[in-house]
């Protein structure tokens, strides 16, 4: 079985790194997308459309290149620099695939899909209160009643839902930079590349001036069955290794075990992939290494979660602390240095 992405979504993701043929084709329908986006944020603006201001401040921490940019790594980096600074922080997510169309609390205990894969890693690796819902604002109101001692909400993603009102906005991208940088459907952007934020933090790369820089560093591996089992990355055996990953952007997570000096074969698979059917049947390899979003619904399937082949890579996002300090100080009513 093939879980490669079609040659058409090939063929359009090729496209947003290059302003070719197809691109050019796809400009007109970017200048209308482009149109709508503008007019749509300058009726909230003016107040035609309404934003409902919570009582307490939120963030949003999002992507303008459409996929996945390294959010939620960046998110639990954020609840605990949060934590460290005094704040009770909660998190809100619209939960990708997730079936709910009503505001649902996540806990350790909720299925991928029920709540969303990124949202069971965010609560299985900071404990923080989090409601997913493709309302954000119902979603927001939801954690506030379950959780009284939230003094401030995180939103996962949202950048583009102005219904929320927001105190700070966290704009990430990667390695990608803004690809060609023209809007949907021509390039990968959902906004204009020079769209106001408060904050902008770039994964991967070097950080440009007034920008962060944020490293994803992985240094062991667990078994998935055993997770009490830990091995130095560099101490795995690595004849017939192979590396999977269902994430918006595999490449990275392989850069990330080359660059440990391990040697693989790669299964990219799609973002979100939900893991209803076993991708590793059949394969005769003898370590699979996986990334933490792919083990949260490996754990909720009845062959996978006791296959010993199968090795998670958890990651931290490293981050100057110069961000926190300065998110801090925007919260308490300082300006900026």
């Known amino acids: 079985m093939s879980f490669q992405p079609s040659r058409f979504e090939s063929l359009i993701t090729d496209s947003w790194s290059r302003r070719g043929v197809l691109a050019c084709v796809l400009w007109p329908l970017a200048q209308v997308f482009g149109t709508l986006s503008a007019l749509r944020r300058?009726?909230?603006?003016?107040g035609l459309l309404r934003s409902l201001r919570l009582p307490i401040p939120v963030i949003i921490v999002g992507n303008i290149f459409i996929g996945g940019t390294g959010k939620t790594p960046l998110t639990i980096w954020l609840v605990d620099a949060l934590r460290e600074a005094g704040f009770c922080p909660g998190v809100i997510a619209r939960g990708y695939g997730a079936q709910a169309h009503t505001a649902r609390p996540v806990t350790p205990a909720s299925l991928a899909q029920e709540v969303g894969d990124e949202p069971l890693l965010i609560v299985g690796r900071t404990g923080v209160p989090m409601v997913v819902g493709r309302d954000r604002v119902a979603a927001a109101q939801a954690l506030l009643v379950l959780h009284p001692e939230v003094d401030l909400i995180i939103s996962d993603?949202?950048?583009?839902?102005?219904?929320?009102?927001?105190?700070?906005?966290?704009?990430?991208c990667d390695s990608r930079g803004n690809g060609n940088g023209w809007l949907l459907p021509a390039g990968p952007l959902r906004e204009a590349a020079?769209?106001?934020?408060?904050?902008?933090?770039?994964?991967?790369?070097?950080?440009?001036?007034?920008?962060?820089?944020?490293?994803?560093?992985?240094?062991?591996?667990?078994?998935?069955?055993?997770?009490?089992?830990?091995?130095?990355l560099g101490s795995l055996p690595q004849a017939g290794m192979l590396a999977a990953a269902g994430i918006g952007n595999p490449g990275r997570y392989f850069a990330l075990l080359r660059d440990a000096g391990l040697v693989f074969d790669e299964l990219p698979l799609p973002d979100h992939f939900a893991y209803t059917e076993d991708p590793f049947a059949g394969l005769s390899a003898q370590i699979i290494l996986i990334t933490e979003k792919d083990a949260v619904k490996c754990r909720q399937h009845p062959e996978l979660k006791n296959d010993p082949r199968i090795w998670v890579v958890p990651v931290e996002a490293h981050i100057d602390a110069a961000l926190a300090e300065q998110i801090v100080e925007k919260l308490r009513g300082y300006p900026i240095a």
Do not use: C, K, W
């Open 194 to 232: 020079s769209r106001r934020r408060d904050f902008s933090v770039v994964n991967g790369v070097d950080a440009g001036p007034g920008q962060f820089t944020m490293q994803l560093l992985g240094q062991f591996a667990q078994q998935l069955a055993e997770p009490h089992q830990r091995l130095p």
């Open 157 to 172: 993603d949202g950048l583009q839902h102005y219904r929320l009102a927001r105190d700070i906005e966290i704009v990430l």
């Open 42 to 46: 300058a009726l909230y603006r003016h």
